[in-house]
């Protein structure tokens, strides 16, 4: 996914990194950041369960054999973006599933129509259909 950020006085990169790490059991990996022209910081990132299967459960997608994945499900995300929006003033996300229910970007706005179309997603197969909020134990 990526998030724009718009710097505003003292705010640093380091401060909204560590504003992004503050969830439980998730993993936050920043894999590219620049500062864009419009005076926009940029940042590409990925979320990863931060604990091993056998430590925890929460926040973490199924497979379709009910094994855990090592990733992060909708609830998880969906708690990151909340504390994203509720934090830092005028951020806004781009992703593959915002792409997909027709959005280019998600911000604090639209945050709540664009989850609940994610949530709705079939994420399974047409013979055995899943929701994207029911593909994990939260």
């Known amino acids: 996914m990526e998030i724009q950020i718009p710097l505003r006085g003292e705010t640093t990169f380091n ?3 560590r504003a992004m790490q503050t969830y439980e ?26 604990k091993s299967a056998k430590e ?20 998880g995300h969906k ?7 509720q934090n830092i003033q005028g951020a806004r996300l781009s992703s593959a599933m915002t792409a997909r229910v027709g959005f280019r970007w998600m911000n604090a706005e639209n945050f709540e129509d664009v989850a ?22 939260c």
Request: charged fraction near 20%; aromatic fraction near 8%.
């Open 25 to 50: 059991n998730i993993l936050v990996q920043v894999s590219r950041n620049h500062q864009m022209k419009n005076g926009n910081l940029s940042i590409k990132a990925t979320l990863y369960p931060a």
């Open 79 to 85: 708690k990151f973006m909340t504390s994203l929006f």
């Open 15 to 17: 401060d909204i990194v």
């Open 116 to 137: 609940v179309r994610i949530g709705n997603l079939n994420v399974g197969s047409m013979m055995e259909p899943q929701y994207f909020t029911e593909a994990c134990e």
């Open 56 to 75: 925890s459960r929460r926040n973490r997608g199924i497979g379709h054999e009910g094994r855990l994945k090592n990733a992060i499900c909708f609830h």
